[in-house]
């Protein structure tokens, strides 16, 4: 006699309904953990792209090496750089970015010196192109018009002569040339080509700058500095501990 399967329940369906279950969760689980994945890589991609870009053409943070720049900067200084202000380039390209304005004078610049350009150096923007520039017993004159600068500090008042100082021979106005032997605080009339700038440190006696080694570049130029947004002095001693060294009045400095 026939048997009737009827009310029975086949004897694999519950392990294939089971299994299938289980394979669909699996599955979801792993696209779940690819999907993690795939956000966390487009993340720290987007945050590496914005971090590159923000730091070629808007924001890059210096530190102050040198005391050329006292007291405006001091050395340990820590800075924040405005690199969209005067324009850049695309690294490796011959493209430029366009900036907000124009270099102008007494402004505070970052830039790459002609002599050494591993380097980044810091230094007040004192004659623009076709400006002529001169200084005449540490007094500083542009275009003939001695020039106020509450920024400069002086600590020596017995002149140096130098020979790094005799490029400006070149530049002199034709009736100065004769008599052309240049010092630290005697130098000029010179005038400053085009695209090209003449900057000098504020710590006027102990500053390496266009005096000695020349004109910037316009292309040089990186940007312009903001603010100190963190500073800490030598250490004097072996026992001075990091927390005493950090000049916590100066975080938050603007750079003028």
Known sequence: MPHSNAGREHPHQPG???DTTHTAAEDGGMQAGRQRWDDWVISI????VLFLFIRTFAIEAFRIPTGSMESTLLAGDFVLVNKAIY???????SITVPGFTRPRHGEV??????????????????GLPGDTVEMHDKVVRVNGTP?????AQYNDFADAVTPDAFWQCRFMIHSKTENCSPSRDNWGPIVVPPDAYLVLG???????DSRYWGFVQRASILGRP???YFSIAHATSEKASWASRVRWRRIGHDVH
């Not at 504020?202 to 390496?208: K, L, T, V, Y």
């Open 147 to 151: 020039i106020s600068e509450p920024y």
């Open 109 to 126: 610049i970052v830039f790459v010196p002609p002599h050494q350009r591993d380097k980044n150096y810091v230094k007040r923007l004192i």
């Open 16 to 18: 294939m309904n089971n």
């Open 226 to 228: 903001l603010v100190v």
């Open 45 to 48: 991609g987007l945050g590496v």
């Open 202 to 208: 504020d710590n006027r006696d102990d500053s390496e």
């Open 87 to 93: 324009g850049s380039t695309v690294p490796g390209t």
